[in-house]
């Protein structure tokens, strides 16, 4: 069974930072590329940054330089710390294996609002 649980969100003022932190079961943690996603309200979900299992990573333009992505092997958990945050910033932000589907397992999210 499919396990991924967000934690870490919160509502901060722009250009503050936030750690998120994805708990993810060995199924879908071993071996895989693992991603953070995020929907804003009346958005698509989309693809914010992916990590490899040899640990490159990838981000999308709107986040570089913002935000950095890392996994925990022994721990099957993988972070993103955000940085300079902004209004657009706002989302619910979901981990899952790459590539992952509207019908694959999510986990509930971890919702977080850049604010003043």
């Known amino acids: 069974q499919v396990q991924l649980l967000e934690s870490g969100g919160g509502l901060v003022q722009p250009g503050g930072s936030l750690r998120l932190s994805c708990a993810a079961s060995g199924n879908i943690f071993n071996s895989k590329s693992m991603g953070w996603y995020r929907q804003a309200p009346g958005k698509e979900r989309e693809l914010v940054t992916y990590i490899t299992s040899a640990s490159n990573t990838v981000y999308t333009d709107s986040v570089k330089g913002r935000f950095t992505i890392w996994r925990d092997n022994a721990k099957n958990t993988v972070y993103l710390q955000m940085n300079n945050l902004k209004r657009e910033d706002t989302a619910v932000y979901y981990c899952?294996?790459?590539?992952?589907?509207?019908?694959?397992?999510w986990g509930q999210g971890t919702q977080v609002t850049v604010s003043s």
């Open positions: 899952n294996k790459l590539g992952a589907m509207d019908y694959d397992s």
